[in-house]
């Protein structure tokens, strides 16, 4: 018995695997299993968002630094990230600074660890180093080496 819709699912699961188009005198004539394709662009994808980190990191080196103060924390999963099975989560701290009587504000993100660690140490209301952008201060960054020892946990920069 079938049922409406189901076609096109008993279609795909019956038909061969994905095979790239080559040249017909091509000696790379292998199939490509489809979920190749997902993890390769997933790959490209990581690489990409990690370099537009480290480039915003460079930028921020030279703007100039204020103090923010903590006003809530978030405990957010680390996904695929952390490349661990014991660090499954991150601290996510939202923070606020005022400049010349304007609240600005953003996030800072700590390294993976443990649920446990991430929830003792998410707590209170400490102050952070945080730089700005000087044309655009909703521009933010806070660095790791701004920061050393001021918080619980290490964070990422970014």
């Known amino acids: 018995m079938t049922y409406p819709g189901t076609h096109f699912l008993q279609f795909a699961l019956r038909s061969a695997p994905f095979q790239a188009p080559q040249a017909a005198n091509s000696p790379l004539r292998a199939k490509i299993p489809p979920m190749a394709g997902v993890f390769f662009l997933d790959t490209i994808r990581r ?3 990690e370099r537009a980190r480290q480039k915003r990191v460079r930028a921020a080196a030279s703007w100039p630094q204020i103090t923010a103060h903590i006003n809530s924390w978030k405990l957010l999963p680390a996904a695929d990230e952390s490349g661990s099975f014991t660090h499954t989560h991150f601290i996510e701290a939202a923070f606020h600074f005022t400049l010349d009587g304007n609240y600005y ?7 993976p660890m443990p649920h446990r660690e991430a929830e003792q140490l998410a707590t209170g209301s400490p102050s952070l180093t945080v730089r ?3 044309s655009n201060p909703d521009q933010t960054a806070v660095l790791a080496d ?8 290490d964070i990422i920069s970014g």
Do not use: E, M, T
């Open 47 to 49: 690489a990409l968002r």
């Open 105 to 111: 504000g953003g996030y800072a993100n700590s390294v």
């Open 146 to 153: 701004d920061n050393r020892g001021q918080l619980p946990f």
């Open 132 to 134: 700005y952008n000087p």
